[in-house]
């Protein structure tokens, strides 16, 4: 079946400008993380959404970044007023519900380069 | 909080050699454990998990894990390393009833020839 999309595969802005990036989870998935991945660095969580509770925001590093999850299914993360310490590769993962189901399956991520 | 240290940041092995890249966590009480692994350009696909039971894990291509609970480990092996194991490999840690995982900083494997 399908795996978790990810569009755009790349995406170059310019410092300032707004980027949306857009996350299609697998079917019937109910949780559905953000990462971010920068060179040399593991995985560093953005947020979580689980079903119709509020998401854990937790990890977002600035206000300039948030996320949205409509109808449960595709999510888009956006970054406001880009700066260059946010060039990344930006994964999203989603996992079906239910105790035992922890492993998330991921996209293959945005690479974003913001010059 | 729940952490997850891999001590190794860039491992390089000959092809046909035996492999083992280390993982240490940090956690209360019994976690769940997974290896990731990323080709290059790829996401991250999920190798082999821990979540009870049998203590040796088996995985895709070749892979186990061992939990350790008295070292907090979980180390990844493979008796005979492949050229197309060359990846970026990531021990993740999750608690029980909590939907957060935490991942590791990730161990670069090269193979040669």
């Known amino acids: 079946g399908a795996g978790v999309s990810q569009s755009p595969s790349n995406k170059v802005t310019e410092k300032g400008k707004d980027v949306e990036l857009r996350c299609d989870p697998i079917s019937g998935h109910t949780a559905l993380y953000w990462y971010r991945q920068s060179l040399g660095q593991g995985l560093e969580f953005l947020i979580y959404f689980q079903g119709n509770s509020a998401p854990d925001k937790s990890g977002l590093p600035s206000d300039r970044f948030s996320a949205e999850r409509t109808g449960g299914s595709v999510s888009t993360l956006t970054i406001q007023r880009t700066q260059q310490e946010d060039s990344a590769v930006y994964l999203c993962a989603s996992r079906p519900q239910g105790e035992g189901s922890y492993e998330q399956y991921f996209g293959p991520g945005t690479r974003l380069t913001v010059t | 909080a729940q952490s997850v240290t891999q001590p190794d940041i860039h491992i390089t092995v000959s092809e046909g050699a035996s492999l083992e890249l280390r993982c240490n966590y940090s956690y209360g009480a019994t976690p769940y454990l997974f290896w990731y692994v990323q080709s290059p350009g790829q996401g991250l696909q999920l190798l082999l998990k821990?979540?009870?039971?049998?203590?040796l894990v088996q995985g895709i291509k070749g892979f186990e894990a061992e939990f350790k609970r008295s070292q907090s480990s979980f180390n990844l092996r493979k008796p005979s390393v492949h050229w197309s194991d060359a990846a970026e490999y990531f021990c993740a840690v999750g608690a029980r009833g909590y939907q957060k995982v935490t991942f590791g900083t990730g161990t670069k494997l090269q193979v040669i020839p």
């Open positions: 821990y979540f009870s039971g049998d203590t």
